[in-house]
Structures are given as structure tokens and as C-alpha cells.
């Protein structure tokens, strides 16, 4: 059978799948991948890629689809359910390489150290501008509590911080095995002196973090985001962060990727990575093998272990 790889992945990934069938990596645009998607058996994406209805209904032949990562909200997993197409992922493969990013934002942001490495190269010594405060005693709150979220706890609670918890599918339970405390989402606000954020995008969380609830937050608190762009409404982080209503933000993911001419980019008290929670090596190792192992028990005939549509496996 035929596999497009139209997203860069890990060389054992590819491999992998070249062993059973035939492989074609090519970074097509979305027009000449509707031109092509009619030829494969299977589609491999990441993040740049977007299969959309169109996609999916030129797809006359497509039997599954893989992300090689967690999020697939550049899937129209919708159409491909209507299709039967199985959209199989990675959950378990960036998970470590996203907490440590996040907990990387986290320290950067208490310790000046974007700024001090910027005025140190201007040839500046600005020691007493740049003083910083510790992450112990704090309270970080979670914004979501799955795989990358506990871990980003599990993390925190080494560093002697106070993990709490907003996350409705997370149960009582289970956060006091990972000795996480479950709050309503209001307390997180009012009460967290960091806040992580570790949801999905849907239409439940899109701008979850808006004007009303910078107003809970202390004027100290940082908010960072390493899951999806969009959960934090941009505008209104803007306007909190030039009111010094919190002490500052830090960006992994955005509204629109690459953020160009977005306001957020004029200010000091925001730090920025360009959608790296997943660019190790090792999440990328992890997550292509994974999507390709799973992709591979589809067209095999077999149900793959992580799908995001099961019900088209019933």
C-alpha cells in the first residue's frame, strides 16, 4: 500500500513503515495535496499539515490517518469518522519533552533570564534590576491535568511547590494519588502564583482564560502555555499584561502560527518559544514511531491502540 508523509518526521519512523510498505515524504501545499491524496492508502501528518474535509473527501482511498503527536485539531476528525477512516496518534510521545518546556518557561520567567542574557550581550551589568523570586512555597495551578499536566505537577511538587488542579474529567481520586489538589477553576485564579495551561482546543476551552478571568488573578501570578494556542485569549492577555494585572506570560503556542504582527511581541514581560514543546529529539523519536506503529496495525488489518475516533473501529 502507499503512505504520504507530507510532515517531516523522525527517520526511524519512516523506516519503520518502509518495511511493509511503500513511503513518500513530500512536503506538499494544501492545494497540490488534493491534487495527490487520492493515490494513498494512508496519511502521516504533524502539525503543518492540515487534512481537511476536502482532503478527506479526495481521499477516495485513504484508510487511516496519523498525526505523529497528541493534538488533531488540524484533522477534520468529524469528516474521517463519516468516512470510517481511523485517526490514530501519539498521546504518550512529547509528554516529557512538553512538561520540561513548560517548567523551562516557568524558571526562566521567575529569573529574568531572557532579559539578563539580552542586556549582558548589549554590554550591561543590571544585577539590581534583575532580581528574581523563587518557585518554592509557590502555588502552581493546572489548567488540565492529563499526561503532560501531571507531569508538569509531578515536577513541581520536587521543587516544594503546591500543585492544584481545575480539570472536570480529572477524579478526585486520582488527583490525590498524585497529591494534586482539585479546585474549581475560579480558586485556581484567585489562589495560583503559577498558572500552567494543559487542555485540548475545543469549543468548550477556545478563550477559556479571557478578560474575566485575568481580573481573578493575582497581580503577581505568571501564566504560561506549552498546549494549544487559543485557550488564552490573546487580546485580552495583552491588555493584562500592559496593566501590570499579572506579573507576566510566557508562549509556546499561538491564535496564529507564526504570531506576525500580534501586539504581544512589543512587550517585556512575555517570553516566547515558536511551538517547540514537542521539538526534541526524543519526542520526536517517540511520537513518529509510535503514529507509525499505529498507522501500520490499520492498514494490517488490525485496531490500533491510540485512536481518536474509535467508534469507526466498531
Not at 508538569?152 to 511547590?161: I, N, S, Y
Not at 491564535?255 to 515558536?274: G, H, R
Request: include cysteine; hydrophobic fraction near 40%.
Amino acid at each position: 500500500m502507499k503512505i504520504l508523509v507530507t510532515d517531516k518526521m523522525a527517520d526511524e519512523a519512516l523506516e519503520l513503515m518502509k518495511k511493509k510498505h511503500e513511503v513518500v515524504f513530500s512536503e506538499l501545499s494544501p492545494e497540490q495535496l488534493l491534487d495527490e491524496i487520492g493515490k494513498y492508502d494512508a496519511l502521516v501528518v504533524r502539525s503543518r499539515t492540515k487534512a481537511t474535509k476536502d482532503v478527506i473527501e479526495k481521499g477516495k482511498s485513504l484508510k487511516v490517518i496519523g498525526r505523529a503527536g497528541v493534538g488533531v485539531d488540524n484533522i477534520d476528525v468529524s469528516e474521517a469518522t463519516k468516512r470510517k477512516i481511523p485517526v490514530v496518534n501519539a498521546p504518550g510521545g512529547a509528554t516529557i519533552s512538553v512538561a520540561e518546556l513548560t517548567f523551562a518557561h516557568m524558571l526562566s520567567l521567575t529569573r529574568n533570564l531572557c532579559k539578563s542574557d539580552k542586556t549582558m550581550k548589549d554590554g550591561l551589568w543590571e544585577k539590581k534590576k534583575l532580581k528574581g523570586t523563587e518557585i518554592y512555597d509557590k502555588t502552581l495551578g493546572l489548567v488540565g491535568s492529563g499526561r503532560i499536566g501531571a507531569e508538569v505537577g509531578k515536577r513541581a511538587k520536587v521543587f516544594g511547590m503546591k500543585v492544584i488542579v481545575y480539570d472536570p474529567y480529572l477524579s478526585k481520586e486520582k488527583a490525590e494519588e498524585q497529591s494534586f489538589e482539585l479546585v474549581d477553576l475560579d480558586y485556581l485564579l484567585e489562589n495560583s502564583d503559577f498558572i500552567s495551561i494543559h487542555t485540548p482546543l475545543t469549543d468548550e476551552t477556545r478563550k477559556m482564560i479571557s478578560t474575566n478571568a485575568f481580573e481573578k488573578m493575582k497581580n503577581t501570578a505568571f501564566i504560561i502555555n506549552c498546549a494549544r494556542g487559543g485557550v488564552i485569549d490573546e487580546s485580552a492577555l495583552y491588555n493584562a499584561l500592559k496593566e501590570e494585572k499579572i506579573k507576566g506570560a510566557a508562549l509556546d503556542v499561538y491564535e496564529n502560527e507564526p504570531p506576525k504582527n500580534s501586539p504581544l511581541l512589543t512587550l517585556d514581560n512575555i517570553v516566547f518559544t515558536p511551538h517547540l514543546g514537542a521539538s526534541t529529539k526524543e519526542a520526536q523519536v517517540r511520537a513518529g514511531t509510535i503514529t507509525a506503529e499505529q498507522v501500520l496495525k490499520v492498514l494490517d488489518g488490525q485496531k490500533p491502540d491510540f485512536c481518536v475516533n474509535r467508534e469507526v473501529l466498531d
